[in-house]
C-alpha cells in the first residue's frame, strides 16, 4: 500500500457517524463551503451536477424540526399517544448541532438519469463525510422521516421534483469514537467471459 493510500485508507476508517457535538460552538461558514465544494467534486455523469444543498443553522434549524413535526401531524393516521413523542422529537433533534446540510438531488423526466442522479449525490455526500473528518469535524449522514418530509423539501426551497438524500449533522466534536472492526468485503474476480 503505497503512503498517499495508506493515509487516504486511515481517513476512511476514522469516519464515523458522530452524535456527539458540541451544539453551542460554531463552524466556520467559510469552512462549511469549501467542505461542499469538496463534495461537489464527486462523480456525476453527463456532469449533471444533480446535487442541491441548503445549510441550516442558529434559528432556522428550530424551523426545520418544525417543518418535520408539522409533515408529522398532518399524516391522516396520527395517534396522539404514539406518534406525539416523535413530533417533540423533531423540534429538538436538529438543534443538536451548529449546522445542518440539507441535501437533495434532481430528478429527471429519465429513470435512469434519475437513478444515477442519486447516486451522485450520496457519493457527494460521502465526499463531504470524509472531507468533514479531515477537517476534524464529527458528523452523522440522517434519513428517515424528513428525507420524505414535502414540508422540509419545502422549508428547503427544494424544486418539489427534487429528492432529499439526507440531512448531515456538521459540528465540533466532543468525543471521539474508535474506528469501527468491518468485515473484509467479498471480491470476485472474473478474468474472462
Not at 500500500?1 to 485508507?9: G, K, N, P
Amino acid at each position: 500500500m503505497t503512503d498517499s493510500l495508506r493515509t487516504f485508507a486511515d481517513l476512511a476508517r476514522r469516519r464515523r457517524s458522530n452524535l456527539r457535538i458540541d451544539p453551542e460552538r460554531s463552524v466556520d461558514p467559510e469552512l462549511v463551503g469549501q467542505l461542499i465544494a469538496v463534495a461537489a467534486t464527486a462523480p456525476n455523469h453527463y456532469r449533471t451536477h444533480p446535487w442541491r444543498f441548503r445549510v441550516v443553522t442558529g434559528d432556522a434549524r428550530e424551523g426545520l424540526g418544525t417543518a418535520l413535526a408539522t409533515e408529522l401531524r398532518a399524516d391522516p393516521d396520527f395517534d396522539p399517544v404514539t406518534d406525539e413523542p416523535k413530533v417533540t422529537k423533531a423540534l429538538s433533534k436538529y438543534l443538536r448541532a451548529p449546522v445542518m446540510v440539507v441535501v437533495a438531488s434532481r430528478t429527471s423526466a429519465d429513470p435512469i438519469a434519475t437513478l444515477e442522479n442519486r447516486d451522485a449525490v450520496a457519493a457527494a455526500v460521502q465526499t463531504l463525510l470524509l472531507a468533514a473528518t479531515a477537517a476534524g469535524l464529527a458528523s452523522l449522514w440522517s434519513t428517515g422521516a424528513a428525507a420524505t418530509s414535502a414540508e422540509v423539501a419545502r422549508f428547503c426551497g427544494f424544486d418539489p421534483s427534487d429528492s432529499t438524500v439526507g440531512l448531515i449533522y456538521l459540528g465540533w466534536p466532543t468525543a471521539e469514537l474508535e474506528p469501527v472492526d468491518r468485515p473484509e468485503p467479498e471480491i470476485i474476480h472474473i478474468d474472462r467471459a
